[in-house]
């Protein structure tokens, strides 16, 4: 009768040994312990972290998933700072790139949670998931869960807008209560405007564009505009530093304004008069004008007129028919009219009789530029 007794002992023994030998290596439930047929502990398999910034109510032995498919499990979740580290066992044959993404999901409304790996959405693939890789916190984020969608619609039906639309439909009713035509002349506007603006969208396009293509000079620019911004403040500088010079200057400005306004005013109908008596001068300067112009002709080719050049000009020689008078009155006339020599040389050649009533000058009371010539004059 005492061997069964001693039995039933040495089995309790056992028993509380394997309880305290499991509380001494971190018993958390059964969830701390593996459950058979999971995925994950195949051959191949590697474990992986994924940096996590909520871990809601996932525990371990939570499904790791890809597009609602099971490919490992969670083994481990633990504090590291201010986030959550959790340690995941995955299939052999899963391959995913090195930069893919953890977010932590629920299988249906009342469902339970998972870990859903999935390929980075706005950026490539690279590299390769791998023994020992971690996700980092950035790649990390959660679904709304049930209880935050919850806590968010009845925020949103007791705190929010929904309970007042009765009152906002009422205090609306009241403001366009007689005001029916305006409203609707008002919707009618803003229908014809709103086609306009459609109508005009290849040219906001076309000023978009521009504004875009100026703004691309400017940066093009960047080198020039920084010089300039640079130089500014010195340049302002040096116009504070002479305000004083520019503000005497502008003063003495009004006061010469101040002069030339009274001198105006009090010789008005003097320049009048003589602006009007300039004007027939300058209409006949204009009314020569083609004249004018032709003359000037004759300096690009002086001392021979352009319009007779070529009837003389042939090749390497030209017709040149040249009278020379050499006569004493015509020298007299052409070098010592109005001198002290004047009429010396034409009192001599009158003496020797040969100018008599031919050659007539100033000394002689005549004109010699309209006197005719003869062709018997001088020698």
Same mark, same amino acid.
């Given at each position: ?6 039995? @039933? ?12 030998? !499991? ?35 996932? =525990? /371990? &032995?939570?499904?790791? =998933? ?5 490919? #490992? ?5 633990? @504090? ?16 995913? /790139? ?20 999935? /390929? /980075? ?5 690279? *590299? ?9 916190? %950035? ?23 929904? #309970? ?20 609707? $002349? ?25 504004? &875009? &293509? ?19 403040? $010195? ?7 002479? @305000? ?9 400005? #009004? ?23 300039? *004007?027939?001068?300058?209409? !006949? ?11 000037? !002709?004759?300096? %690009? ?19 040149? +028919? ?6 004493? %009155? ?8 109005? +001198? ?5 040389? +034409?009192?001599?050649?009158? =003496? ?28």
């Amino acid at each position: 009768m005492r061997l069964p007794d001693t039995k @039933r002992v040495t089995r309790w023994m056992l028993v509380c040994v394997f309880v305290a030998g !499991s509380s001494g290596c971190g018993w958390r439930g059964l969830n701390s312990l593996p459950l058979p047929g999971t995925e994950g502990g195949g051959p191949g398999s590697y474990t992986i972290q994924a940096q996590l910034p909520d871990v809601s109510n996932i =525990q /371990p &032995n939570s499904r790791v =998933q890809i597009g609602d498919v099971t490919v #490992g499990n969670v083994t481990k979740i633990e @504090r590291q700072g201010y986030h959550a580290l959790v340690t995941m066992v995955l299939n052999g044959d899963v391959k995913l /790139p090195e930069n893919a993404t953890a977010t932590i999901g629920q299988t249906s409304l009342l469902g339970s949670l998972h870990v859903e790996l999935a /390929p /980075p959405k706005n950026a490539a693939g690279e *590299g390769k998931l791998r023994q020992g890789s971690v996700i980092p916190l %950035s790649a990390g984020g959660a679904y709304p869960s049930t209880e935050q969608t919850l806590a968010a619609l009845s925020m949103l039906l007791n705190g929010g807008g929904i #309970g007042h639309i009765q009152e906002i439909t009422t205090e609306l009713s009241v403001a366009f209560g007689g005001r029916e035509n305006d409203l609707r $002349s008002l919707i009618e506007q803003l229908d014809q405007f709103i086609a306009n603006v459609n109508n005009q969208t290849d040219d906001v396009i076309a000023a978009t564009d521009s504004l &875009n &293509n100026l703004v691309s000079q400017f940066a093009d620019q960047k080198p020039v505009v920084d010089r300039a911004l640079k130089t500014i403040p $010195s340049a302002l500088s040096t116009l504070k530093e002479q @305000r004083q010079n520019l503000v005497d200057a502008l003063d003495l400005l #009004g006061k010469f304004a101040a002069l030339v306004n009274m001198s105006a005013s009090q010789t008005k109908e003097a320049l009048v008069k003589e602006l009007k008596d300039l *004007g027939p001068v300058l209409e !006949s300067l204009a009314n020569a004008g083609p004249a004018l112009t032709r003359s000037l !002709s004759f300096y %690009s080719t002086f001392p021979f007129p352009k319009e007779t050049l070529t009837k003389w000009f042939r090749g390497d020689y030209a017709n040149l +028919t040249a009278i020379v008078d050499l006569t004493l %009155s015509r020298l007299d006339a052409a070098f010592f009219t109005g +001198t002290r020599w004047e009429g010396n040389l +034409t009192e001599l050649e009158m =003496q020797w009789g040969r100018t008599i009533g031919q050659m007539p000058s100033p000394y002689t009371a005549g004109n010699p530029l309209i006197v005719p010539y003869h062709m018997n004059q001088g020698n």
